[in-house]
């Protein structure tokens, strides 16, 4: 893996191109593709077609594809092409940052690794063997993750110590391992909210020779799913800061999760260059339809279209007017209500279809702005939509059951 | 000339088998031309399960199939009118079937009961006392606006016997001059009505030539698939196709069995609708000629081979069985990528008998296609029995064969 920073500034974070592998170059700040079961959620290859043509790069996550370890061993082509995409790179990570990660199962040797048939608790040895199979281009070091905004001293502490253990495991492995020789491995950075440990585990980190990783994974955090869309910026980012200062410059930073627009552009102007899009994903499965705007006009702009919203049942307009993705060319609200009420599987399909697009339209913004040392006027406009106050950008699980009474009742009427 | 002008259905036969009973038609709707024999994918809520139009018009499916009943009820006819009928509200622009709703509420509904003013059935909302008469099933089909619509029949259990048949019977042909009466889009819409009439060769033939008598554009064989023997159903819908007139496009209804098909374009069917392909694909099952593959089968876990190496859908040139296997069930992705192999499989077979039909060999395609479908397994009596009828003989099954020599 290849990077190359373009331009950094002060106020606006960095421009870079990444190369994976053989792969064309990618620009960051990047945004990964989220799946699950190695799939984009909701979305064929066929489909994902028609919502970019452009070059992705898959985040695939172990406790959603544990159970393809075998078959993959077996699979003499790209851990890609066996999802489905020959043409894109690949990112292992442990977990999956659409999905609250159970806490607890840690242990001094062990990782737990939450899977659809439970709990594996995942060795250092057991973890390189299941990433060998999988042959990623990119994969992450293990690390004990369970820490959070509430982690107490010792918690934290903890979690730093035992990273160390099994990143040595990790490097010497990676050095080792055949099927690993072409992977690039991410050096995860522990230590939750406490400058102390995160320094710790930097260091760790930067004592091994030149070479034994290509990047930094951001861990501890937040431990995924939509509490991660309620993490406090004035907790997170003085953290963040003083751990960017101590990692050398040359090397691309990645922080998973579905963190909110306003949280990632903060993170971007503190030099983070990798993100995911798990943010679109909780937003469509709790039928929530991206409508923030990220290209400065003087409107009043809301953070979603609440789809289940009985106020546009019969509102034949796009979810997002002017919108050019293919949910919004060609399907109204209505129709989109209408799915949801009947619990079809093509609702999610659009809402993905357009949540995507419009975060990667906000991706090719931000690069943008960043271009021109703007990212603080799309950062201030992002935040306020042109509103009296800050839009409030979490993301509240949907707990509406579709029951009969929400049923229309033209049928009845035809028939009274 | 304005388009309001030509008929909302015209029907030409473009090829006959020279043996059988097949034919091959071009169908032409307000909204599409339909090549027949044609099957037809059942979007009941006016979506196909996990498929975008888009995809569906990809792998040239003319014509979908949507439930009145469900659209009745959700988005219900007012929503379904103020966004301009069901074509615009989901966005599918070829052409759409609708059934009657009689059959859905008589299957889904307990309480359902048929009387001659209509069906009464105890609303799913509180419980009160509806009705669906063949007045608000065309006033509901109206609103949804499709190409052809059917007719309120009085649906009957298929094992049911008796007079009760004859009633079922006598009732749909009275209901068809009100669902006539009542139809306020003929220059837009064709309705079809229904041959009922059981198991009973007499009562189909009554049936068939009364509602021949009718002003209509196409008939539909309903009753049927329903449980019945095979052999009886064969034979109804031989009778049916015998004395159906050979201008105006035949529709069965329900059936979507490849080898079913195959046995039902040889007596002379031309439209076919059934659920089982989308359904199949829920369950991790894709359709390949010798029938299903149960995808969550251990064996397939490795097997890097696409479902079938000559489909050429989406779903068989990006993903292997090993990873159908892994996903199939669990991955919401999986339905879509089944349901697209799935709906592939049953318009590619569609569109080889048409093709065998125009150049004059389907008998053969007939054959090939059973000892595909039944490789070492005898072929039921049925199928030998029904294609016999219309002069196609299949070869003796490999054990027969071996027992008349030895």
């Given at each position: 893996m290849k990077f190359i920073i373009k331009s950094i500034s002060k106020n606006s974070g960095r421009l870079g191109q990444l190369r994976i592998k053989d792969s064309k170059e990618l620009q960051t700040p990047l945004l990964l593709q989220t799946t699950k079961g190695g799939s984009i959620p909701y979305l064929s290859a066929d489909v994902f077609g028609m919502v970019t043509q452009e070059q992705q790069v898959l985040q695939l996550t172990l406790c959603t594809m544990d159970q393809m370890a075998e078959s993959l061993a077996q699979w003499n082509r790209s851990l890609g092409a066996y999802v489905g995409y020959p043409e894109y790179n690949t990112l292992l990570l442990l977990r999956d940052p659409c999905e609250a990660t159970p806490t607890g199962g840690n242990d001094r040797d062990v990782v737990p690794l939450f899977t659809r048939r439970g709990k594996e608790s995942l060795t250092a040895e057991r973890y390189l063997q299941l990433v060998s199979s999988f042959a990623p281009d990119v994969y992450q070091g293990l690390c004990d993750a369970d820490t959070n905004p509430e982690s107490t001293k010792k918690r934290v502490q903890k979690s730093v110590d035992r990273t160390e253990r099994f990143m040595e495991h990790c490097y010497k492995q990676h050095r080792e391992l055949d099927r690993l020789k072409d992977s690039t491995l991410l050096a995860p950075i522990v230590g939750g909210y406490n400058t102390y440990a995160r320094t710790q585990s930097i260091k760790h980190a930067r004592e091994q020779p030149k070479g034994s990783y290509g990047g930094y994974i951001f861990e501890g955090f937040h431990t995924n799913g939509l509490p991660a869309t309620r993490l406090s910026p004035s907790q997170l980012l003085p953290i963040v800061e003083h751990c960017v200062q101590q990692i050398e410059e040359e090397l691309p930073r990645l922080m998973p999760g579905p963190l909110t627009p306003v949280l990632m552009l903060e993170l971007i102007r503190l030099g983070i260059d990798i993100f995911d899009t798990s943010y679109a994903y909780c937003a469509a499965v709790n039928y929530k339809a991206l409508t923030f705007s990220y290209t400065i006009d003087k409107e009043e702009h809301s953070a979603f279209l609440d789809v289940t919203d009985e106020a546009i049942r019969e509102e034949f307009k796009p979810m997002l007017e002017g919108c050019k993705c293919l949910a919004c060319q060609k399907h109204t609200r209505a129709y989109v209500h209408h799915l949801y009420k009947t619990n079809e599987l093509l609702g999610p399909i659009l809402l993905m279809i357009h949540n995507l697009h419009h975060y990667m339209g906000f991706f090719d913004v931000i690069r943008q702005s960043i271009a021109m040392d703007q990212l603080s006027l799309l950062l201030d406009y992002v935040r306020r939509q042109n509103m009296p106050n800050d839009v409030n950008y979490c993301i509240e699980p949907n707990t509406k059951v579709v029951g009969k009474a929400a049923m229309g009742k033209g049928f009845i009427t035809a028939a009274n | 000339m304005s388009s309001s002008k030509l008929p909302p259905l015209t029907y030409k036969v473009v090829a006959e088998c020279s043996v059988s009973k097949a034919r091959a038609g071009l169908m032409t709707l307000r909204h599409s031309e339909v090549r027949t024999p044609v099957f037809m994918p059942v979007g009941t809520q006016g979506t196909m399960k996990g498929i975008l139009p888009d995809q569906l018009i990809e792998l040239d499916c003319q014509i979908l199939l949507g439930n009145t009943y469900h659209l009745g009820l959700r988005p219900g006819i007012e929503t379904l009118q103020k966004a301009g009928g069901l074509h615009k509200f989901m966005s599918w622009p070829?052409?759409?079937?609708?059934?009657?709703?009689?059959?859905?509420?008589?299957?889904?509904?307990?309480?359902?009961?048929?009387?001659?003013?209509?069906?009464?059935?105890?609303?799913?909302?509180?419980?009160?006392?509806?009705?669906?008469?063949?007045?608000?099933?065309?006033?509901?089909?109206?609103?949804?606006?499709?190409?052809?619509?059917?007719?309120?029949?009085?649906?009957?259990?298929?094992?049911?016997?008796?007079?009760?048949?004859?009633?079922?019977?006598?009732?749909?042909?009275?209901?068809?001059?009100?669902?006539?009466?009542?139809?306020?889009?003929?220059?837009?819409?064709?309705?079809?009505?229904?041959?009922?009439?059981?198991?009973?060769?007499?009562?189909?033939?009554?049936?068939?030539?009364?509602?021949?008598?009718?002003?209509?554009?196409?008939?539909?064989?309903?009753?049927?698939?329903?449980?019945e023997s095979k052999h009886d159903f064969w034979r109804m819908v031989h009778v049916c196709t015998d004395h159906l007139p050979r201008d105006k496009p035949r529709y069965l209804m329900g059936v979507g069995f490849a080898a079913d098909l195959v046995v039902c374009v040889a007596l002379g069917i031309d439209m076919f609708d059934c659920v089982f392909p989308t359904r199949t694909a829920r369950f991790g099952c894709a359709l390949v000629d010798s029938g299903q593959m149960n995808l969550k089968q251990q064996k397939y876990k490795h097997d890097m081979e696409p479902i079938d190496k000559q489909c050429n859908c989406n779903t068989c040139k990006r993903y292997t069985r090993s990873y159908l296997h892994h996903i199939a069930t669990n991955e919401s992705v999986s339905c879509s990528l089944l349901s697209v192999h799935n709906v592939a499989y049953q318009l590619r077979l569609m569109r080889s008998m048409r093709e065998a039909v125009q150049a004059d060999a389907f008998p053969q395609f007939v054959k090939n296609f059973m000892a595909r479908h039944f490789g070492s397994e005898p072929i039921p009596s049925w199928i030998r029995e029904a294609l016999a009828a219309v002069n196609i003989e299949l070869p003796p099954d490999a054990q027969e064969e071996q027992a008349v020599n030895s």
């Open positions: - | 070829r052409a759409i079937l609708t059934d009657s709703g009689g059959f859905q509420m008589v299957s889904l509904l307990q309480l359902a009961e048929i009387d001659e003013h209509g069906v009464n059935f105890r609303s799913p909302f509180d419980n009160s006392e509806c009705m669906l008469t063949p007045e608000h099933s065309m006033q509901i089909q109206n609103a949804i606006g499709a190409d052809i619509m059917m007719q309120l029949d009085d649906v009957v259990k298929t094992t049911t016997t008796g007079p009760r048949v004859e009633e079922a019977m006598e009732r749909t042909i009275r209901w068809v001059d009100r669902c006539i009466k009542a139809h306020t889009r003929d220059d837009e819409q064709s309705l079809f009505p229904i041959v009922q009439g059981g198991l009973e060769i007499p009562l189909r033939e009554r049936c068939v030539s009364a509602l021949m008598e009718r002003q209509v554009r196409g008939f539909a064989v309903g009753g049927l698939s329903g449980g």
